[in-house]
């Protein structure tokens, strides 16, 4: 019995799967409404909500997959509000750090314009009765962003309990913004392959980790080219797409502002070290992010 029992949860487990955005619509998804044309060769992955990383082994590359659609699927403003949305149901493994990152140069460079720590998914800790109905994020974009018509979207995330796991979506969008440079706290990488930290499970201290968040000042500078036309309306697939799933208990995450910080890195980051402080934004008082 016992083992037909962990039978049925492990079977439960694998068709409830993980976690995974829908909007900005990530690259191959099948839960857009619509979306561009895929890249010649390419198909529709079914599996983006699987982790790109565990126990500090490469399952997959960055993105999932490194060829964009061929146009943007949003155009995004700096200084203005946006929303990130994931799709319905999932494996929430209890929270966890998620960060929200924008490349200027095709993938190299991440830079963070927002963080969900410790309760990524979570109304509140689990400890304090939180409850994972969270599924939409509303966070303002750093004004003095640049403008271009060919930005990566990034959102990644270190799950609180579980296999040591990373998970990452990447969607192509466009920016409209008139600053030339933009500098900021560059993208926490773990989870993920030599070189990268292993962030231990929680155990119930949600603060696991969080100095690879919270003291990685390590700036990095990106620059744009330019705002010219961006995202058009994506011509939706007929033959491999699914709606975007209803949900009736999702719960909206509080609007925040990214940080603005004023620095140069040309790969994708590693951790660093540093204040939790530094230029013009700060930890939150609790921990969780940056105000």
């Not at 659609?69 to 799709?87: D, I, K, L, N, Y």
């Not at 966890?96 to 969900?116: A, L, P, R, W």
């Not at 990373?166 to 440079?181: L, M, P, Q, R, V």
Request: glycine content about 10%; some cysteine; aromatic content about 10%.
């Amino acid at each position: 019995m016992l083992f037909k029992i962990s039978t049925v949860i492990t079977m439960a487990a694998a068709v409830l799967g993980h976690m995974e955005i829908y909007k900005p619509c990530p690259r191959y998804s099948s839960k857009c409404s619509s979306q561009p044309a895929l890249p010649a060769g390419e198909t529709i992955d079914y599996n983006l909500n699987t982790p790109i990383g565990s126990n500090g082994n490469i399952l997959a590359p960055f993105c999932k997959h490194t060829t964009p659609w061929t146009q943007a699927t949003e155009t995004w403003t700096a200084g203005q509000p946006v929303t990130v949305s994931f799709v319905a149901g999932g494996a929430t493994h209890s929270g966890g750090h998620c960060e929200f990152s924008i490349s200027y140069d095709g993938g190299n460079t991440y830079v963070v314009v927002h963080q969900e720590l410790k309760y990524c998914f979570f109304t509140a800790s689990p400890s304090a009765g939180g409850v994972d109905t969270v599924r939409d994020y509303t966070f303002t974009l750093p004004a003095n962003l640049p403008g271009t018509d060919k930005a990566v979207f990034a959102w990644t995330w270190v799950n609180a309990v579980g296999n040591r796991e990373f998970y990452n979506n990447c969607g192509d969008i466009a920016i409209k913004g008139s600053a030339g440079s933009y500098t900021g706290k560059k993208m926490t990488i773990a989870n993920y392959g030599a070189g990268y930290p292993v962030i231990p499970e929680f155990l119930g201290n949600y603060d696991t980790g969080i100095s690879y968040y919270t003291t990685n000042t390590t700036q990095v500078t990106v620059t744009g080219n330019g705002y010219t036309g961006g995202a058009t309306t994506p011509t939706a697939t007929t033959a491999t797409t699914t709606a975007v799933p209803t949900t009736s208990t999702t719960t909206k995450a509080p609007t925040s502002t990214a940080p603005v910080t004023t620095a140069t890195q040309v790969s994708t980051p590693t951790p660093g070290t540093g204040s939790c402080t530094s230029n013009t934004y700060q930890c939150s008082s609790d921990g969780s992010g940056y105000q």
